[in-house]
């Protein structure tokens, strides 16, 4: 198990920049598939993004790509979210989660994570 925690949120207009952080407790960081969720008030927990263990494998939600780049510092036990030109239809909670368990793809479904944080709150005026 390993305890996550987000930070870096906050409120910026359309065509802004954030970059979220989600420093992770334990030992087995690096041997964690991480993601990156997020919840609009009235609708589902929603996939955004994910990285392998190892940082070399990525994949991104349709309405993100292009614009929102995952990466992690195993060292420091840390995932990073930065999000570029953001649109007010980005307006959410983010959550930072993690999964032990292996796949032979990068997890997209709420289900397959057994880890998550608190979430941080981000906020894109028009």
């Known amino acids: 198990q390993v305890q996550l925690v987000e930070s870096g949120g906050g409120l910026v207009q359309a065509g802004g920049s954030l970059r979220l952080s989600c420093a992770a407790s334990g030992r087995t960081f690096s041997s964690y598939a991480m993601g990156w969720f997020r919840q609009a008030p009235g609708k589902e927990r929603e996939f955004v993004t994910a990285?392998?263990?190892?940082?070399?494998?990525?994949n991104y939600a349709d309405p993100v790509k292009g614009r929102f780049t995952i990466s992690r510092d195993n060292a420091k036990n840390t995932v990073y979210l930065q999000m570029n030109n953001l649109k007010p239809e980005d307006t959410a909670v983010y959550y930072c989660a993690a999964t032990s368990r292996y796949y032979s793809y990068l997890p997209t479904e709420k289900d397959e994570y057994s880890d998550w944080g608190q979430g941080t709150q981000v906020t894109v005026s028009s």
């Open positions: 990285i392998n263990w190892s940082g070399i494998r990525t």
